[in-house]
């Protein structure tokens, strides 16, 4: 029995530790506009903002943000200088999400989890601590209120999505515009209304009328991140696939391609297949190896190899 409570303070002691990674950031770090964090997972770092620090620009200005999927993505878009990043996590595959968060260590950013994730209140506060534990500074999700509740009652920053939420579009028609009609309009405000109530800091607000997200931002402590809803929300919010134009069309109507990088690709693929036929011809009428792609034989080599193999004088 002592040796059981020895082993298990020990491990509790292990666990202690490993709760805080690195070094607490300088001062100096502020000068250059971040902030000095310590994540729920207990590594130091530093961010652009905090929840705080997001909740201050309520009302003063529009923030920014992506969403990218690849770790090269996330370093052009903190390069850039978007305000916030969300990023898809998966429990059971986090090396993307693992590497996104390395990539842009400065940069505030939302985990988006599974509605399927959770079942209970206590499964939603376990996936939300799966994201804080790497990295995540909030988690990003489509749950009712009680499990935002559960999770904001955790410590955890949580942000809630209304209007078109596409895995339950079933319930206001598809995939569609939301919002359109009194009664629409009013859901949408209420839904909005009972995450806050629940302990959300923000809310993504998705494909509806533009005016009406204005109104509803105005009576909200919430956050709002407008993909779709027009300009009156305090986010904006576009994918990174869409920005770059990783896709061909057709594309969302509410987005904007600012680059092509669809068009580079199948011109860089169209390039990789036109080389390797060349090489392929090049090969079957013997304009490949040339000269310059041997090696030449020493003066005598092939005379005296034949000479050797010949007589059998090989040395083994």
């Avoid at 029995?1 to 020990?10: I, N």
């Avoid at 939603?124 to 009680?146: E, F, K, N, P």
């Avoid at 109530?197 to 607000?205: K, R, S």
């Amino acid at each position: 029995m002592v040796g059981f409570f020895v082993e298990h303070v020990q491990k509790r002691r292990r666990r202690m530790v490993s709760q805080t990674t690195g070094r607490i950031p300088p001062r100096e770090a502020t000068k250059d506009g971040l902030q000095r964090v310590m994540t729920l997972g207990g590594a130091f770092g530093t961010r652009n903002f905090t929840v705080k620090s997001l909740r201050e620009q309520k009302g003063k200005r529009v923030l920014v943000e992506t969403l990218p999927s690849s770790a090269e993505e996330a370093v052009a878009a903190e390069e850039a200088g978007i305000d916030t990043m969300k990023i898809r996590f998966d429990p059971s595959h986090p090396d993307p999400a693992i590497a996104i968060r390395a990539a842009a260590p400065n940069t505030f950013m939302a985990f988006a989890v599974s509605p399927l994730g959770a079942a209970s209140e206590t499964e939603a506060v376990r996936l939300a601590y799966d994201a804080m534990a790497i990295g995540a500074d909030a988690i990003m999700c489509a749950w009712g209120h009680r499990f935002v509740s559960a999770a904001a009652e955790a410590g955890i920053p949580v942000q809630g999505h209304a209007g078109l939420v596409p895995r339950k579009s079933t319930w206001t028609g598809g995939l569609n515009a939301v919002g359109k009609t009194v009664e629409e309009a009013v859901r949408v405000y209420r839904d909005i209304k009972a995450l806050e109530n629940a302990g959300a800091y923000a809310v993504e607000v998705e494909v509806i009328p533009e005016e009406l997200l204005r109104k509803i931002s105005e009576r909200t402590t919430l956050l709002t991140s407008s993909i779709g809803a027009g300009s009156g929300g305090d986010i904006q919010f576009l994918f990174a696939e869409d920005i770059l134009g990783n896709n061909p069309p057709p594309h969302p109507r509410h987005s904007k391609q600012y680059r092509n990088l669809y068009e580079m690709k199948r011109k860089m693929q169209l390039e990789r297949v036109s080389g390797f036929k060349e090489f392929i011809d090049d090969v079957q009428v013997g304009r490949f190896p040339g000269p310059e792609h041997v090696i030449p034989a020493p003066d005598g080599l092939i005379r005296d190899f034949l000479e050797a193999v010949e007589t059998d004088e090989v040395p083994l």
